[in-house]
């Protein structure tokens, strides 16, 4: 693919120049160092644009309050455009790593690993610098991921409108550097929030005959929200109930007038989440009117299901058989509950999201989120070439498909 002294990965494939992944791995390191929350991304957008701009993009817009999107020409401007996405905020976590790169920002870290995956955006930019696609890419480089609205922020913005493909991926310890998941289908869940408002009439704790005890009705309404994804869902399709916050009560001898629930729902697909929604309200409106209170549910709706295109999926296997090898390219393997908000872009743009395996094989599985949580930065190398290799594969199809 390249020329000039390059860094050969384990299955001997040659991905980069030393020198430019020696340049990458300092970016990474640099963000790591210095985490910002959602919206807040101010020194990493600017460590960021600097980067790009060394590239000699088309353009670097800035989008999304602290995102950029940068335009990485193609060799024929008739092309369609495809994307690239990486996400740059971080979490409120005090790191534990004991790196010498550690969070230098108390109670904030890269806990999720978007400092790598804004640095292998920034690889993926400068390899299609070097071997450019047939259309143009855009290099979105994305606030507030956490929170679930950074995407609608750049959706909002309008740059992404003619953008024909978009891709994306997430480290993931549960795999080897060298491995990535690419496959067609749901690959994250929706994640929406729920409240409901239990509102019955209080009294003394030694006469309860005189109240109507909204404790008693959320007792038995956690338990019977339970019996939403055990006897009302498909048994075929994923789901969660979580009561993750129960709220009542000022003092033990006193019945309160009031108890709250909050928790998430999850769905892989449209359908189901569909369900979760009616059934939790349906269950909670008539457990309530059995015990002689009243229920108000409210819903925050959250990311939809990452469900990978088809035809994007198939790309995106291409282009990681080619990069790290056909036998590399592994299932998930399970089912994964947690949200992403990829899932925005692909409400509108044909796209795939990846995993990118980011252990070394003799090192234990650390879960995202976690205080004690790092990558084998060669997987930053993976990452930079197989979304290169997505975004060239995509464009010489689009544009072939076009003329």
Not at 124 to 134: E, F, K, V, Y
């Amino acid at each position: 693919m390249m020329n000039a002294a390059r860094t050969h990965f384990a299955s001997g494939s040659a991905l980069m120049p030393d020198a430019l992944r020696e340049r990458l791995v300092a970016l990474r390191r640099d963000l790591h160092q210095h985490p910002e929350l959602a919206f807040a991304e101010q020194r990493t957008s600017e460590v960021l644009a600097r980067e790009l701009s060394a590239l000699s993009p088309v353009r670097v817009d800035k989008v999304a309050r602290t995102g950029l999107i940068a335009r990485i020409a193609g060799r024929n401007p008739d092309a369609p455009w495809v994307a690239i996405r990486g996400d740059i905020d971080a979490l409120p976590i005090q790191e534990a790593t004991g790196l010498p790169f550690a969070s230098a920002n108390a109670g904030v870290m890269h806990a999720c690993g978007h400092d790598v995956h804004a640095t292998w955006a920034v690889g993926a930019a400068a390899l299609l610098s070097d071997a450019p696609a047939d259309g143009d890419v855009l290099i979105v480089l994305q606030p507030a991921e956490e929170i679930g609205e950074g995407a609608a922020a750049v959706l909002e913005s309008g740059l992404l409108d003619d953008v024909k493909a978009i891709f994306g991926a997430h480290v993931d310890r549960r795999f080897t550097v060298g491995q990535v998941v690419a496959q067609a289908g749901p690959l994250a869940a929706s994640a929406d929030v729920f409240e409901i408002v239990l509102s019955g009439r209080g009294a003394h704790g030694a006469r309860p005959h005189e109240s109507t005890d909204p404790i008693v009705c959320m007792a038995a309404l956690i338990s019977a929200l339970q019996t939403i994804v055990s006897r009302r869902v498909n048994p075929a399709s994923p789901a969660v109930v979580t009561v993750g916050m129960v709220s009542a009560g000022t003092a033990p001898n006193i019945i309160p007038d009031r108890a709250e629930l909050r928790g998430t729902l999850r769905a892989t697909d449209r359908e189901t989440r569909a369900l979760l929604h009616s059934e939790l309200r349906e269950i909670s409106t008539h457990i309530a009117a059995a015990h002689h209170l009243e229920a108000r549910v409210t819903f925050g709706a959250g990311v939809p299901p990452v469900i990978n295109n088809a035809r994007a999926a198939e790309w995106a296997m291409d282009a990681a058989s080619h990069v790290v090898g056909a036998a590399s390219v592994v299932p998930l393997g399970i089912t994964n509950m947690a949200g992403e908000d990829f899932a925005w872009y692909q409400e509108r743009i044909p796209g795939c999201f990846l995993r990118i395996g980011a252990r070394e094989a003799d090192q234990p599985m650390i879960p995202a989120h976690s205080p004690h949580f790092d990558v084998a930065e060669d997987a930053i190398v993976v990452g930079a070439a197989v979304l290169a290799e997505c975004a060239r594969r995509a464009s010489t199809a689009l544009f072939a498909a076009c003329k």
